[in-house]
Nanobody, 126 residues
């Protein structure tokens, strides 16, 4: 059974940083890609980043390029999302999701992911 647990969310001032973690179990990061998604207040959920350690690729939505960095520690079965220069527009609930490595063909297509975490809330104050 694929399981993902996010942590690291919280309240931060604009310009600050947070690092989110996604601990996975029931599978290895060699076999699955991990996507990060977020849903802001009154907004639809959107893809933020994606990583495949098998293909050694990462993806970012334009709005976070240069500010966010995704990485993985296969030995710890953990994926990280380092978020810097945060703005109030980054506020939302952040989810990690697991999909087969083929998901990286469309990294922000939610149907490509088969398991989701419960989410961690990020609030950026102005």
């Amino acid at each position: 059974q694929l399981q993902l647990v996010e942590s690291g969310g919280g309240l931060v001032q604009s310009g600050g940083s947070l690092r989110l973690s996604c601990v996975v179990s029931g599978f290895t990061l060699d076999d699955y890609a991990i996507g990060w998604f977020r849903q802001g207040p009154g907004k639809e959920r959107e893809g933020v980043s994606c990583i495949s350690t098998t293909y050694s690729v990462t993806y970012y939505v334009d709005s976070v390029k240069g500010r966010f960095a995704v990485s993985a520690d296969n030995a710890k079965n953990t994926v990280y999302l380092q978020m810097d220069s945060l703005t109030p527009e980054d506020t939302g609930v952040y989810y990690c999701a697991a999909g087969e490595n083929s998901a990286v063909a469309h990294p922000f297509f939610e149907d490509g992911y088969e398991a989701w975490g419960q989410g961690t809330r990020v609030t950026v104050s102005s």
